[in-house]
């Protein structure tokens, strides 16, 4: 039995009318692509004229299943069907007819009924009506500049258990409503009873009944993950926002107790041993000039400086003129004269078992503060204790705001740098300025890029895409064989025919489009005949066997890719997994930038230099342990995944490449993308020689520098080549690598010339040492 589209106010029709009207404008353009798309798209359609005239059933609509996907894909480009999340869908219906990929996998990773969150979208609950249609009626029929407009958030729980947030828009381009007979004219005074009665389901069907309206066309919808957006915002909104109690409150409670009405206020921060404004502008510094940062040690005599910065203990002051002439005017005595205080009490806060900050008490007379009223402070020290904690834990979460808006996924190494500019900026606005979050950079940085890559994995994916493809056509024929024994149709010779012209063309000559024409051909003209025969009366077990081995999703054999992605798979996450063990003994050595990525194996950059750490000093010898920790760890690396390839579904093979580059270059964090990069003309150098010694030859040969079992280190100076030498004499006396070491000469490079690299043997079976090696170890050898 046909399935319609459920009708109400308006009579739905299915139709692409209002596309091919589009389409034919298109052919008068000058871009030549969009016209030659355009006059593909409605050749299409006037082979399928009910697509353009239009249906009312699901199923009508569905036998043009191919039609609809080549039109289609007009609006889906296929180069944005794994980044834009959208879906046409019927009309006066949340019920999706196509959709791009990234649509398509959310609704697969999500618990959610995604259409019937869709309809409740546009409802805020059973009893009103959605508003959607009407909108487009009274402003696009009627020309109303009704604003119906408010912002559509949905959420979707995954199958992770965690929700994502979109932004949901309507296209209507494609959609036309016009009234039918017994539409009713809505005329201004009949617009100001639905705006009145907007939630009322039923005033809006008594001004539109039942098929009233004609809907053609159809809707696009269309979604934006705003999950980081909405975390951020969130965040803010909880974190970034101004204290509870405000400051006067709090500084005329402290007036009341002490009843000194001319009491102030102040306070600054300690800042390992740096004394720095604070961060919440309603203080002002009492005892420190705008601006003023100094050590502790200056600060004031031994004697005070002893209680607040070593014992955490207060420091009264009840005479400051006496003070002041005890010390022979010390900084502290003449910061507080200058603004007329004669008596003062410093109170340091802790703050997590660390000195976080200084209150100051002070008046215009002497004795008003003094170690007998100061026993008051016992009654109100556990609020000022509580005010001035959460101040700070605000501040430190608009410094982790900022950063988590500006930037994201920072490397612990240069987290600091990153909090000073959020510092900066946050000061900036708190005094009221417009401030931006400045590009960091970090020069003179030594780079060490490495990476350890399965040999030949274009080569070993498309032996599984044949194999996959080879294994599905036999069986294929080996089916339609048995079947046309029974029934002699001409059809299945010639689907015989077909396949065998496949599978000689796989034979002779495999190629990029191969997989995509012969997976066409199987799911236009093979998949449908067997799932006809699966679900016809005279059933083939066979058949139903053989379509039980088909990937869900694709409707293709997936067998020997499934095999050899998740070997891929299985050797990154081992490769990475050590590779972060690793490079946390590596840090404790020296911190430094690091970053991997995943491809068909594990690539990394680090990053080391004066400019990547805050109080350290940078020291050649820690470039060279770094060198050498790379050399050891990629060895160990190899190694250790030969010993466990028999683990892995597929005996790939691997090789280890290094860069080594004596340069310092800088690097910038990108705000736009989010990410460093390597930055300057100059500097662009070292990225260029980087991309391209990966697919290098040897020079004069055709040899590939990168070679199974071996490790091979790319340099451009001799004194590069005399430090790696060192080192891999040093790993041969450790069995690390073979005997044979070879220096090369690499082809001309674009952009690059003169560059040589350093190849040796990898010993599979090296016993991996307790302890990274460092240079010291050299000179032991």
Same mark, same amino acid.
């Given at each position: 039995?046909?399935?319609?589209?459920?009708?109400?106010?308006?009579?739905?029709?299915?139709?692409?009318?209002?596309?091919?009207?589009?389409?034919?404008?298109?052919?008068?353009?000058?871009?030549?692509?969009?016209?030659?798309?355009?006059?593909?798209?409605?050749?299409?359609?006037?082979?399928?004229?009910?697509?353009?005239?239009?249906?009312?059933?699901?199923?009508?609509?569905?036998?043009?299943?191919?039609?609809?996907?080549?039109?289609?894909?007009?609006?889906?480009?296929?180069?944005? !069907?794994?980044?834009?999340?959208?879906?046409?869908?019927?009309?006066?219906?949340?019920?999706?007819?196509?959709?791009?990929?990234?649509?398509?996998? +959310?609704?697969?990773?999500?618990?959610?009924?995604?259409?019937?969150?869709?309809?409740?979208?546009?409802?805020?609950?059973?009893?009103?009506?959605?508003?959607?249609?009407?909108?487009?009626?009274?402003?696009?029929?009627?020309?109303?500049? *009704?604003?119906?407009?408010?912002?559509?958030?949905?959420?979707?729980?995954?199958?992770?258990?965690?929700?994502?947030?979109?932004?949901?828009?309507?296209?209507?381009? /494609?959609?036309?409503?016009?009234?039918?007979?017994?539409?009713?004219?809505?005329?201004?005074?009949?617009?100001? +009873?639905?705006?009145?009665?907007?939630?009322?389901?039923?005033?809006?069907?008594?001004?539109?009944?039942?098929?009233?309206?004609?809907?053609?066309?159809?809707?696009?919808?269309?979604?934006?993950?705003?999950?980081?957006?909405?975390?951020?915002?969130?965040?803010?909104?909880?974190?970034?926002?101004?204290?509870?109690?405000?400051?006067?409150?709090?500084?005329?409670?402290? =007036?009341?107790?002490?009843?000194?009405?001319?009491?102030?206020?102040?306070?600054?921060?300690?800042?390992?041993?740096?004394?720095?404004?604070?961060?919440?502008?309603?203080?002002?510094?009492?005892?420190?000039?705008?601006?003023?940062?100094?050590?502790?040690?200056?600060?004031?005599?031994?004697?005070?400086?002893?209680?607040?910065?070593?014992?955490?203990?207060?420091?009264?002051?009840?005479?400051?003129?006496?003070?002041?002439?005890?010390?022979?005017?010390? =900084?502290?005595?003449?910061?507080?004269?200058?603004?007329?205080?004669?008596?003062?009490?410093?109170?340091? +806060?802790?703050?997590?078992?660390?000195?976080?900050?200084? &209150?100051?008490?002070?008046?215009?007379?002497?004795?008003?503060?003094?170690?007998?009223?100061?026993?008051?402070?016992?009654?109100?020290?556990?609020?000022?204790?509580?005010? !001035?904690?959460?101040?700070?834990?605000?501040?430190?979460?608009?410094?982790?705001?900022?950063?988590?808006?500006?930037?994201?996924?920072?490397?612990?190494?240069?987290?600091?740098?990153?909090?000073?500019?959020?510092?900066?900026?946050?000061?900036?606005?708190?005094?009221?300025?417009?401030?931006?979050?400045?590009?960091?950079?970090?020069?003179?940085?030594?780079?060490?890029?490495?990476?350890?890559?399965?040999?030949?994995?274009?080569?070993?994916?498309?032996?599984? &895409?044949?194999?996959?493809?080879?294994?599905?056509?036999?069986?294929?024929?080996?089916?339609?064989?048995?079947?046309?024994?029974?029934?002699?149709?001409?059809?299945?010779?010639?689907?015989?025919?077909?396949?065998?012209?496949?599978?000689?063309?796989?034979?002779?000559?495999?190629?990029?489009?191969?997989?995509?024409?012969?997976?066409?051909?199987?799911?236009?003209?093979?998949?449908?005949? /067997?799932?006809?025969?699966?679900?016809?009366?005279?059933?083939?077990?066979?058949?139903?066997?053989?379509?039980?081995?088909?990937?869900?999703?694709?409707?293709?054999?997936?067998?020997?890719?499934?095999?050899?992605?998740?070997?891929?798979?299985?050797?990154?996450?081992?490769?990475?997994?050590?590779?972060?063990?690793?490079?946390?003994?590596?840090?404790?050595?020296?911190?430094?930038? /690091?970053?991997?990525?995943?491809?068909?194996?594990?690539?990394?950059?680090?990053?080391?230099?004066?400019? &990547?750490?805050?109080?350290?000093?940078?020291?050649?010898?820690?470039?060279?342990?770094?060198?050498?920790?790379?050399?050891?760890?990629?060895?160990?690396?190899?190694?250790?995944?030969?010993?466990?390839?028999?683990?892995?579904?597929?005996?790939?093979?691997?090789?280890?490449?290094?860069?080594?580059?004596?340069?310092?270059?800088?690097?910038?964090?990108?705000?736009?993308?989010?990410?460093?990069?390597?930055?300057?003309?100059?500097? *662009?150098?070292?990225?260029?020689?980087?991309?391209?010694?990966?697919?290098?030859?040897?020079?004069?040969?055709?040899?590939?520098?990168?070679?199974?079992?071996?490790?091979?280190?790319?340099?451009?100076?001799?004194?590069?080549?005399?430090?790696?030498?060192?080192?891999?004499?040093?790993?041969?006396?450790?069995?690390?690598?073979?005997?044979?070491?070879?220096?090369?000469?690499?082809?001309?490079?674009?952009?690059?010339?003169?560059?040589?690299?350093?190849?040796?043997? &990898?010993?599979?079976?090296?016993?991996?040492?307790?302890?990274?090696?460092?240079?010291?170890?050299?000179?032991?050898?």
């Amino acid at each position: 039995m046909e399935q319609f589209i459920p009708t109400g106010p308006f009579k739905p029709i299915i139709s692409l009318k209002y596309l091919a009207k589009v389409l034919t404008t298109f052919l008068s353009s000058e871009n030549e692509i969009e016209k030659i798309q355009a006059e593909q798209a409605l050749k299409v359609l006037e082979k399928a004229p009910e697509l353009v005239s239009g249906v009312r059933s699901y199923e009508v609509f569905a036998s043009y299943k191919k039609e609809i996907e080549q039109v289609m894909s007009i609006l889906f480009p296929a180069m944005l !069907t794994k980044n834009e999340i959208k879906a046409a869908v019927f009309p006066f219906s949340n019920q999706f007819f196509y959709a791009s990929e990234r649509f398509l996998h +959310i609704s697969k990773q999500t618990t959610t009924n995604i259409e019937e969150v869709f309809r409740k979208l546009y409802k805020k609950n059973e009893n009103v009506a959605n508003l959607n249609p009407y909108a487009i009626i009274l402003n696009q029929y009627y020309g109303y500049k *009704v604003d119906f407009e408010r912002p559509k958030l949905l959420t979707l729980d995954g199958i992770d258990g965690k929700p994502r947030t979109y932004r949901v828009t309507f296209n209507a381009d /494609f959609i036309e409503m016009y009234p039918n007979e017994n539409a009713i004219e809505i005329t201004p005074e009949i617009l100001d +009873i639905l705006l009145t009665n907007a939630d009322d389901e039923d005033v809006w069907q008594n001004y539109f009944p039942d098929n009233s309206w004609t809907i053609e066309g159809f809707g696009i919808l269309s979604m934006i993950d705003v999950t980081l957006d909405q975390q951020i915002d969130t965040f803010k909104t909880h974190l970034i926002q101004p204290n509870k109690e405000s400051f006067q409150f709090l500084l005329e409670d402290i =007036r009341e107790i002490f009843n000194l009405p001319n009491l102030r206020l102040g306070s600054y921060k300690v800042d390992h041993k740096k004394i720095i404004a604070p961060h919440d502008k309603n203080f002002e510094m009492l005892t420190l000039a705008p601006g003023e940062n100094i050590d502790t040690s200056n600060y004031a005599c031994d004697h005070v400086n002893n209680l607040l910065f070593n014992e955490c203990k207060p420091a009264i002051i009840s005479n400051v003129e006496n003070y002041h002439k005890k010390h022979n005017g010390n =900084r502290l005595s003449n910061a507080l004269l200058d603004r007329g205080l004669k008596s003062a009490a410093l109170l340091p +806060i802790s703050i997590g078992g660390e000195l976080g900050f200084i &209150i100051e008490l002070a008046t215009s007379e002497i004795n008003q503060i003094n170690a007998i009223n100061m026993v008051k402070l016992e009654s109100i020290i556990p609020f000022i204790l509580s005010y !001035t904690r959460r101040t700070v834990n605000e501040f430190q979460n608009e410094v982790s705001a900022v950063i988590q808006q500006e930037c994201t996924s920072i490397h612990p190494s240069v987290e600091w740098r990153f909090e000073e500019e959020a510092t900066k900026y946050i000061y900036m606005r708190n005094a009221g300025y417009s401030p931006k979050f400045e590009e960091i950079t970090f020069k003179d940085v030594f780079p060490l890029y490495g990476q350890v890559d399965i040999v030949g994995s274009s080569l070993a994916r498309n032996e599984a &895409i044949q194999q996959d493809i080879t294994e599905q056509l036999e069986q294929s024929k080996m089916l339609l064989t048995g079947i046309l024994a029974e029934n002699k149709l001409p059809f299945y010779e010639q689907l015989i025919f077909q396949i065998d012209k496949n599978l000689a063309a796989i034979k002779e000559d495999f190629h990029a489009n191969s997989e995509q024409e012969i997976n066409a051909f199987f799911k236009t003209q093979l998949y449908p005949l /067997f799932r006809h025969i699966e679900e016809s009366t005279a059933k083939n077990d066979d058949v139903s066997e053989f379509l039980k081995l088909l990937d869900k999703d694709n409707k293709t054999l997936y067998k020997a890719r499934k095999e050899y992605d998740t070997a891929v798979d299985q050797i990154n996450t081992v490769f990475s997994a050590f590779m972060d063990k690793k490079q946390h003994e590596a840090q404790e050595m020296f911190p430094h930038y /690091f970053e991997k990525y995943k491809t068909d194996g594990l690539e990394h950059n680090m990053y080391v230099g004066q400019s &990547i750490v805050k109080r350290l000093k940078f020291h050649d010898t820690v470039l060279y342990n770094l060198r050498l920790w790379q050399l050891q760890v990629t060895c160990e690396m190899e190694a250790m995944y030969y010993q466990q390839q028999k683990k892995f579904p597929l005996p790939l093979k691997v090789a280890s490449l290094i860069l080594a580059y004596d340069i310092p270059i800088t690097i910038r964090y990108r705000i736009d993308e989010k990410q460093f990069d390597v930055d300057g003309a100059y500097n *662009v150098r070292y990225e260029m020689i980087k991309k391209r010694i990966d697919k290098a030859h040897i020079k004069d040969t055709n040899e590939r520098l990168t070679q199974p079992h071996k490790l091979c280190v790319v340099f451009s100076s001799s004194a590069i080549e005399r430090e790696y030498l060192a080192y891999f004499e040093f790993l041969q006396s450790k069995n690390y690598i073979g005997k044979n070491i070879e220096v090369v000469e690499l082809e001309e490079l674009q952009g690059a010339s003169g560059i040589k690299a350093i190849r040796v043997d &990898i010993n599979q079976n090296l016993q991996k040492s307790t302890s990274n090696f460092t240079v010291e170890d050299l000179q032991t050898v």
